[in-house]
């Protein structure tokens, strides 16, 4: 079975709709391990080698996260910069997530409408994730399309239920295999795999 890691971060869980709900909804789930971050470490002091050898027993690393100024919010860069180190995530004896797959799951408050080019907010989501996406290939790692959830802003509660029961299967799938290489490569976002 794969084994998913999911790098949760989320700075104000208690204020949440949209991330509460999905880690509820894939607590129980078999072959995931939850990692609240912001839970872990408070103070952003983030310990690399707890990090890295969590890494090490996972294949599928997903940083989940609300969309925070076209990006992430903060844990997950001081993550980035103290977890991925020269030699070891990257460089030349760095191959220690070779192989692995990387992804983001996020909510962004925009609608999709307005994440295309010349929309309201200029690029698409794939580009806002570049650097997520480059960080993967120079960790010898598989970038995964992301799993978006657009337009929370406006989005009624009663959306939820959907929106959870597509991360769970979209995770199941993840798991147990059930995307081929070559329709991850082609899926703009994981959802439309569903
Ligand atoms: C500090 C901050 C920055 C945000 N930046 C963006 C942004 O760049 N683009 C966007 O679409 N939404 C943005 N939002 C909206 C959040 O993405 C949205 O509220 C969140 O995904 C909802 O998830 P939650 O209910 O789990 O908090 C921002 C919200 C906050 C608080």
Not at 7 to 29: K, N, V, W, Y
Not at 156 to 170: H, L
Request: glycine share 8%; with cysteine; aromatic share 10%.
């Amino acid at each position: 079975m794969t084994r998913i890691l999911i790098l949760f971060a989320h700075p104000a869980l208690e204020r949440s709709r949209i991330h509460a709900g999905l880690i509820h909804s894939i607590r129980d789930l078999q072959g995931v391990t939850l990692h609240d971050l912001y839970e872990a470490y408070p103070d952003l002091n983030v310990d690399p080698d707890r990090e890295q050898e969590l890494l090490l027993r996972h294949d599928i690393i997903l940083l989940q996260h609300p969309f925070y100024w076209y990006s992430a919010p903060a844990i997950i860069k001081q993550w980035q910069d103290l977890v991925l180190e020269h030699g070891w995530a990257y460089g030349h004896s760095g191959t220690a997530l070779q192989g692995k797959l990387l992804g983001n799951v996020i909510s962004t408050g925009g609608m999709q409408s307005a994440y295309v080019r010349g929309g309201h907010h200029g690029y698409t989501i794939r580009e806002f994730l570049l650097p997520f996406e480059q960080t993967a290939r120079l960790c010898n790692m598989t970038y995964l399309p992301p799993f978006v959830i657009h337009g929370t802003h406006r989005m009624e509660q009663p959306d939820m239920p959907y929106c959870c029961k597509q991360y769970r299967q979209m995770l199941e799938g993840l798991r147990d295999d059930r995307y081929t290489p070559g329709a991850l490569a082609e899926a703009v976002y994981l959802n439309e795999l569903m």
